[in-house]
């Protein structure tokens, strides 16, 4: 597994430059000299606002929503693609391999997927939207915005799937994304640690259900 651990950390620093790219320039340019970076961006120590019960059955219900399985909701068309292709699902590439593929793993969902996307559009994007168009409007557009990359990425993955696919890809990219802002934005104080714990170990626990083969 050292190729795969080797390519995980590979990948782990290739989407952490694409994802922040963006925003670093935007704050170099216009907020360098007010705030620094990673607080900018929402990486500070985050402060609870509601009771702390909340949270917890906030937590359960977005990761119990990360781990629906949707499959009666699509075609056999769509599922013979799915099932027939290794591709094209990244979580795929570790199927059965076990406990070797827990380290390349972890790092490609917690870091690779879940950090670096949280830079982008909860840290950069929800943020400059909220601040144009309120708190609200920006936890909803960024929502938006995230589950049209994934809608995009299907398409450009050119897998000869359904439109089923496309919209349950949106649709289940969008709830994602509408939760992990509510939980920075509302039940905490706009730091984005909540949403990158919940977003990584989310990716990690469906990818470990596929490691070992659990569905």
């Given at each position: 597994?050292?190729?795969?651990?080797?390519?995980?950390?590979?990948?782990?620093?290739?989407?952490?430059?694409?994802?922040?790219?963006?925003?670093?320039?935007?704050?170099?340019?216009?907020?360098?000299?007010?705030?620094?970076?990673?607080?900018?961006?929402?990486?500070?120590?985050?402060?609870?606002?509601?009771?702390?019960?909340?949270?917890?059955?906030?937590?359960?219900?977005?990761?119990?929503?990360?781990?629906?399985?949707?499959?009666?909701?699509?075609?056999?068309?769509?599922?013979t693609v799915l099932n027939s292709d290794n591709?094209?699902?990244?979580?795929?590439?570790?199927a059965g391999l076990g406990i070797a593929a827990i380290?390349?793993?972890?790092?490609?969902?917690?870091?690779?997927?879940?950090?670096?996307?949280?830079?982008?559009?909860?840290?950069?994007?929800?943020?400059?939207?909220?601040?144009?168009?309120?708190?609200?409007?920006?936890?909803?557009?960024?929502?938006?915005?995230?589950?049209?990359?994934?809608?995009?990425?299907?398409?450009?993955?050119?897998?000869?799937?359904?439109?089923?696919?496309?919209?349950?890809?949106?649709?289940?990219?969008?709830?994602?994304?509408?939760?992990?802002?509510?939980?920075?934005?509302?039940?905490?104080?706009?730091?984005?640690?909540?949403?990158?714990?919940?977003?990584?170990?989310?990716?990690?626990?469906?990818?470990?259900?596929?490691?070992?083969?659990?569905?």
């Amino acid at each position: 597994m050292l190729q795969a651990t080797l390519s995980a950390i590979s990948t782990c620093i290739g989407n952490l430059i694409v994802f922040s790219i963006i925003p670093f320039a935007w704050w170099f340019f216009r907020h360098r000299k007010q705030e620094k970076f990673l607080k900018w961006i929402g990486i500070h120590t985050p402060h609870l606002k509601t009771k702390w019960w909340w949270l917890l059955v906030f937590a359960a219900f977005y990761l119990v929503l990360y781990n629906f399985d949707g499959e009666f909701l699509l075609s056999e068309k769509t599922l013979t693609v799915l099932n027939s292709d290794n591709t094209a699902i990244a979580s795929n590439q570790y199927a059965g391999l076990g406990i070797a593929a827990i380290v390349p793993a972890f790092l490609t969902t917690f870091i690779a997927n879940g950090i670096a996307e949280e830079i982008l559009f909860r840290g950069f994007l929800c943020k400059r939207l909220s601040g144009k168009f309120g708190c609200t409007a920006g936890v909803w557009m960024q929502a938006f915005f995230f589950g049209l990359m994934h809608f995009l990425l299907v398409f450009a993955s050119g897998m000869p799937v359904g439109i089923d696919f496309y919209l349950y890809e949106f649709g289940y990219t969008f709830l994602g994304a509408l939760m992990l802002g509510i939980a920075n934005e509302k039940l905490f104080d706009g730091s984005i640690w909540p949403s990158i714990c919940l977003h990584g170990i989310g990716n990690f626990i469906s990818t470990l259900a596929v490691i070992f083969q659990c569905w």
